[in-house]
């Protein structure tokens, strides 16, 4: 059964700092490519950034410079550093798997970005 769990989510005040975690059970993590995407309420769902199987990361451009997307193969996780997190960064996030086959979503963790 493959399972991808996201943690790490919480309220924050603007300027503020969170790590993400995304832990993958039943694939074989290291073929897959990673995404984190967000929905805030009444949006569309957005790709926030992807990392490669081969570590090649890509992100949106509204949080480049600001977050870090990295995986630890060993562990089978997937990691969003975010950094200065602004209100416009409230939203669930969600972690993607896509390789040749289906691919997989977590059920999300809940970022608010609030003073």
């Known amino acids: 059964q493959v399972q991808l769990v996201e943690s790490g989510g919480a309220l924050v005040q603007p300027g503020g700092s969170l790590r993400l975690s995304c832990a993958a059970s039943?694939?074989?993590?290291?073929?897959?490519?990673m995404s984190w995407y967000r929905q805030a309420p009444g949006n569309q769902r957005e790709l926030v950034a992807t990392?490669?199987?081969?570590?090649?990361?890509k992100y949106t451009d509204s949080v480049k410079g600001r977050f870090t997307i990295s995986r630890d193969n060993g562990k089978n996780t997937l990691y969003l550093q975010m950094n200065s997190l602004k209100p416009e960064d409230t939203a669930i996030y969600y972690c993607?798997?896509?390789?040749?086959?289906?691919?997989?979503w977590g059920r999300g963790t809940q970022v608010t970005v609030s003073s």
């Open positions: 039943g694939i074989n993590f290291g073929v897959y490519d």
């Open positions: 990392i490669s199987d081969r570590h090649n990361t």
């Open positions: 993607k798997a896509q390789a040749a086959g289906p691919t997989y």
